[in-house]
T-cell receptor, first 114, second 112 residues
């Protein structure tokens, strides 16, 4: 079973700080990597996706990918209380059917204090 | 607006009853998926479909059934064989292979 591992947290940061969320995956063949934000009681919302090694920036969010280390991270700059949520890492997964889907980690809870 | 609509938002099942969760998308996405989320757990794949009239079992398909008669629709039936159906059910769709999945608002299923 291909796995995606995340620290469950909670990760607590003060408002304005940088939050760093980490994820490791076991399938060396994975090609696509996604970060979702899930507020309590709500469905996951796509934040970022990254396909190539290196950094990808979008506003206050930066996704970082290192395929050699099988490691993907999400940095949130200038963290706001509204960023408090669970962040899910997802990695593409090839199925026996020839199609692909995603494997999700269990998520890291982020708490940003005012 | 384009999106994924799940209904109902809350559903209660009696013992021995089958219930059907609706999922409709107007994003023109080929692929659709059903996940189950339990408290403190990640999303687990129930069924997925890449094209009309074709679907595949995911990791926890026992006690569930689906159909894909139209591109826009992918309903999930929770049968009486599913002994622990209480969970948050999420439907997702994506344009294709290795593309991001987008989720509906979910359906919360409980047992009466």
């Amino acid at each position: 079973q291909k796995e995606v591992e995340q620290n469950s947290g909670p990760l607590s940061v003060p408002e304005g700080a940088i939050a760093s969320l980490n994820c490791t995956y076991s399938d060396r063949g994975s090609q696509s990597f996604f970060w979702y934000r899930q507020y309590s009681g709500k469905s996951p919302e796509l934040i970022m996706f990254i396909y190539s090694n290196g950094d990808k920036e979008d506003g206050r969010f930066t996704a970082q990918l290192n395929k050699a280390s099988q490691y993907v991270s999400l940095l949130i700059r200038d963290s706001q209380p509204s960023d408090s949520a669970t962040y899910l890492c997802a990695v593409n997964r090839a199925m026996n059917s020839g199609y692909s889907t995603l494997t999700f980690g269990k998520g890291t809870m982020l708490l940003v204090s005012p | 607006d384009g999106g994924i609509t799940q209904s109902p938002k809350y559903l209660f099942r009696k013992e021995g009853q089958n219930v059907t969760l609706s999922c409709e998308q107007n994003l023109n996405h080929d692929a659709m998926y059903w996940y189950r989320q339990d408290p403190g757990q990640g999303l687990r794949l129930i069924y997925y479909s890449q094209i009309v009239n074709d679907f595949q079992k995911g990791d926890i398909a026992e006690g569930y059934s689906v159909s894909r008669e139209k591109k826009e629709s992918f309903p999930l039936t929770v049968t009486s064989a599913q002994k622990n159906p209480t969970a948050f059910y999420l439907c997702a769709s994506s344009p294709g292979r290795n593309q991001p999945q987008h989720f509906g608002d979910g359906t919360r299923l409980s047992i009466l």
